[in-house]
């Protein structure tokens, strides 16, 4: 188990990541500045393609046309070279020879290499060897299908290829450049030869990187200024809104004096005037339900209290009737009898309306102590014994042999059974083999339980939630046999509440209920979980 706990705990993120994501999350200005750039990068990036391909092709095709041109310019004069020489020049090779040393010359002052091979036939290649060329220039520099080309006579051609040349030192370039083709015809043997010109592109190469980098750097400020220029717009927008959230936290915190400041007239201000407009209507309906409560919880307390003078005079006046009721007639008996229940169930109505004034005004406390519930719940079943005897009901508790701790006030927690089990018997079964009460207490390392269960009527669906409300009845022509107020289970739920525990019920039709009580171990604690389930085990059985 803890080599599996400290495997999860390694494939969590870190903290600056958890920071990160939870900054990315609450912050609507960065997302509006991050989307921003990232639309803009892919406008910015999709408008330097396009220009840069503009510029790519511009250089080209002016380098295209210009080194075409000069080639045609190279073979013409080549051609007027040939011209001149001696008719009676019959050195093919020699003439060869002179020609290509003149272009080869020419070129390397000029900028660029030459290849002359031929005599040309169809199908023969520079690879069959023949051929003069510029010193270091690698053959196959020449793309094959610019030698295709010229198979048979043709005109002037180019096309892209790469240059590739061997230095002194045996190491091997390779740049890109345009090839361009003609044809001459040697007069010695009135057969044609093919000049090849290889133009490097470096130029080309260097203004293209330049324009390059040029739009980087452009881009890169463009989008640097884009950030900024959005964060600033967007800081307008969300600082107050952000001012907003604030004042509205501490307004739910209860500093309803809070206000926002109103500067212009624009739509934010408009929007801050109203939002304190609101902000004053709710502390004025606050203030007022604040003081309609004070003044109903004052209107019980002091109810309570004044009765309890009369009360006492007419208890005293009761009490002299019950001792001497075996004096009177029949019908008086009955009616001081009447009168005694209905005395004691008023005085038990005030005690709980004292205790529910006590929880509205906040003034309830705890005296803790450690707990036994499973003497709580022994206590209680003895305390309602001569209830459920009446009822013919029996109250089973089902526990541990060892102790179930929780530091709570046992003299709330002990109400609360007592409450949980009064209403149960009022509820159970009265005959067959479900007419009974089972108390079952359990506990674990953070929290000790009780739950009543019995097999009476059972809540109809969504009777759980209400069960607890103040004076609400399931059935409300059913009488109660303990004579309860109607406050118990809500004076049991506020005590509860006051532990930091639970207070649940289920209930099914015509398959009972069952009541728990969770409280945690040591005050203040937070429970996760009960030590027994909500929803009885019988029921889950017969549901699976």
């Not at 009616?335 to 309306?353: G, I, S």
Request: proline share 4%; glycine share 8%; hydrophobic share 40%.
């Amino acid at each position: 188990m803890l080599h599996l706990r400290s495997s999860v705990g390694s494939r969590r993120p870190p903290d600056s990541l958890r920071r990160w994501f939870t900054f990315w999350r609450r912050s609507i200005q960065a997302r509006v500045v991050a989307s921003t750039l990232i639309l803009s990068a892919g406008v910015v990036s999709v408008v330097g393609w396009f220009l840069l391909q503009q510029t790519r092709d511009g250089l080209l095709e002016h380098r295209v046309d210009a080194v075409v041109a000069e080639a045609n310019d190279e073979t013409a004069e080549a051609r007027d070279l040939l011209e001149a020489a001696p008719g009676i020049d019959s050195d093919p090779f020699g003439q060869q020879r002179s020609l290509a040393g003149t272009l080869i010359q020419r070129g390397e002052t000029r900028g660029y290499s030459v290849v002359l091979v031929g005599p040309t036939r169809p199908g023969s290649r520079i690879a069959d060897g023949g051929a003069n060329r510029t010193r270091g220039l690698d053959t196959t520099s020449v793309p094959p299908a610019l030698e295709e080309h010229f198979d048979a006579e043709s005109s002037t051609a180019w096309t892209y290829t790469t240059i590739r040349r061997t230095g002194t030192d045996g190491t091997v370039s390779e740049r890109p450049g345009i090839a361009v083709g003609s044809q001459v015809q040697l007069p010695s043997d009135a057969a044609s030869y093919t000049l090849y010109y290889l133009f490097p592109l470096d130029e080309q190469e260097e203004t293209l990187a330049l324009v390059t980098r040029a739009l980087l750097t452009a881009g890169g400020l463009l989008l640097v200024l884009v950030a900024g220029m959005t964060w600033l717009v967007t800081r307008q927008v969300v600082t107050p809104i952000r001012l907003a959230r604030q004042v509205a936290e501490r307004l739910a915190a209860g500093q309803l004096q809070e206000r926002l400041k109103v500067s212009g007239e624009d739509d934010l201000a408009r929007l801050a005037t109203s939002f304190n407009q609101m902000a004053s209507n709710l502390q004025r309906q606050i203030r007022q339900l604040e003081e309609l409560s004070r003044v109903q919880r004052r209107f019980v307390s002091d109810v309570s209290h004044e009765l309890r003078t009369p009360l006492t005079t007419v208890r005293m006046a009761s009490d002299m009737l019950h001792d001497a009721r075996d004096g009177f007639d029949p019908a008086t008996a009955r009616a001081a009898e009447l009168l005694q229940t209905e005395l004691d169930r008023f005085e038990t109505l005030l005690a709980d309306l004292l205790e529910i004034s006590r929880f509205d005004a906040g003034a309830a406390v705890l005296e803790l102590d450690d707990v036994n519930l499973v003497d709580v719940a022994r206590r209680i079943v003895d305390v309602t014994r001569p209830l459920a005897d009446q009822r013919h009901v029996q109250v089973v508790v089902r526990a541990p042999d060892q102790a179930c701790l929780a530091e709570a006030d046992v003299r709330r927690v002990e109400r609360i059974v007592r409450n949980l089990v009064t209403n149960a018997i009022d509820h159970a079964a009265l005959d067959g083999p479900d007419a009974g009460i089972v108390i079952h207490v359990a506990g674990d390392e953070h929290a000790a339980a009780i739950a009543v269960r019995d097999h009476g009527v059972g809540l109809a669906p969504g009777e759980a939630s209400m069960v607890f409300n103040r004076f609400w009845r399931a059935d409300p022509a059913r009488a109660r046999t303990s004579g309860g107020t109607g406050l118990g289970l809500s004076i049991a739920l506020e005590d509860t509440h006051l532990h930091g525990g639970w207070l649940q019920a289920w209930g099914r039709p015509g398959e009972g209920a069952q009541f728990r009580l969770t409280l945690p171990r040591r005050a203040g604690g937070v429970l996760r979980h009960s030590p027994l389930p909500l929803v009885p085990g019988d029921v889950a059985e017969q549901v699976s």
